[in-house]
């Protein structure tokens, strides 16, 4: 039997090598990377599988159409992990545009290419990897998020990450593509880009420099090891 292909979308970010390394570690799949190398991809994550002979790195922009169908003509995945996006809540007031096109036309055009690459299978899968902040913020007392919450983003990152879980579930119920959406809530972790929440307030206090507080500083996040989101 063939082994499965899987792309990995963002493979080069934080979440996403950590993936690229637990499939290979843990499965018999061929694992395509493809990541745009922004500012927060690092090829320096995947240095210990760039060379492995299953793994295949693809430089690509996701919402470039047509880089995006070469790498399913070339490459025929089975799955998608969709982790690539644009995350920074801060960068994404100062420059919504980018966060815009990353997070919604880059699902979409994936879940495009998808849905012509497979038609109706049902022995694949897309994995649209999203964020409880599209459900928006938690007070000191309020439950946590679940599957049923309210959608509620409040900043752009979070309006569009909640736009792609629209279009993901819109495929899905539309065309039958067989994609599957996850929430996950904040990852922390080895590799972590430094102007995350637990990287700037441990460097800055190993600096003896003062901490930023986000509003009143009253907000309430759950926190997951990456390697357990992984």
Request: aromatic fraction near 8%.
């Amino acid at each position: 039997m063939n082994p499965n292909t899987t792309l990995v979308t963002g493979g080069a970010g934080f979440i996403g090598s950590t993936v690229v390394r637990e499939l290979l570690r843990t499965s018999d799949d061929r694992v395509v990377t493809v990541d745009a190398l922004t500012y927060a991809g690092n090829l320096a994550s995947l240095r210990e599988v760039l060379d492995h002979e299953r793994h295949a790195f693809v430089e690509a922009d996701i919402a470039d159409a047509d880089a995006v169908g070469d790498l399913f003509e070339t490459h025929r995945p089975d799955r998608v992990l969709h982790l690539a996006a644009e995350s920074h809540v801060d960068r994404s007031i100062d420059g919504p545009g980018a966060a815009l096109r990353s997070n919604v036309d880059g699902t979409f055009v994936l879940l495009e290419a998808a849905r012509r690459a497979w038609g109706r299978r049902d022995d694949v899968r897309f994995v649209h990897v999203s964020t409880d902040e599209v459900f928006g913020s938690l007070g000191p007392n309020d439950p946590a998020f679940d599957e049923h919450s309210r959608y509620d983003p409040r900043s752009p990152y979070s309006a569009s990450k909640a736009a792609s879980d629209h279009l993901a579930r819109a495929w899905f119920h539309t065309y039958g593509l067989p994609v599957i959406v996850t929430n996950c809530s904040n990852n922390y972790g080895p590799r972590q880009h430094p102007e995350k929440l637990i990287p700037t307030v441990l460097l800055r206090a190993a600096r003896g420099e003062t901490i930023p507080v986000y509003g009143r500083g009253d907000q309430v996040r759950d926190w997951l090891h990456v390697d357990d989101h992984a």
